[in-house]
């Protein structure tokens, strides 16, 4: 069954990933790859949006569709990801879930 992975994103410093510099550029530039090697792919990564009800302190969402659970969390521990987990970490705070698609 089809996985996903859901981000809330709150970008330290800037609006826009576009903008970021040192070692969240780094990430920016290298999960894409990263995601696609693991088997999976984004659904959504950012874009245009509004709270139409609550507030909301992140900046963005993020949505990447795996195979399934066990593919998406062997991406999550793998070795690669951990790096850039570490460059994310220096511009950006997020909340991961993980959970089963609906069948």
């Known amino acids: ?6 981000a809330r994103v709150a970008l330290r410093d ?4 576009r903008d970021a510099t040192g070692p969240l550029a780094e990430y920016f530039a290298n999960a894409p790859r990263n ?3 693991h088997g999976g792919e984004f659904v959504i990564r950012g874009g245009k949006s509004q ?3 609550g507030s ?10 795996f195979p ?7 991406w999550y521990n793998s070795p690669e990801y951990g790096q850039l987990r570490t460059l994310r970490a220096e511009g950006a705070v997020m909340d991961i879930l993980l959970i089963d698609g609906a069948a």
């Open 1 to 6: 069954m089809t996985a996903y992975v859901l």
């Open 14 to 17: 800037i609006d826009d990933p």
């Open 35 to 37: 995601v696609a090697a």
């Open 51 to 53: 709270i139409l009800e």
């Open 56 to 65: 909301d302190p992140f900046s963005r969402l993020i949505v990447v569709r």
């Open 68 to 74: 399934d659970y066990d593919t998406a969390l062997n």
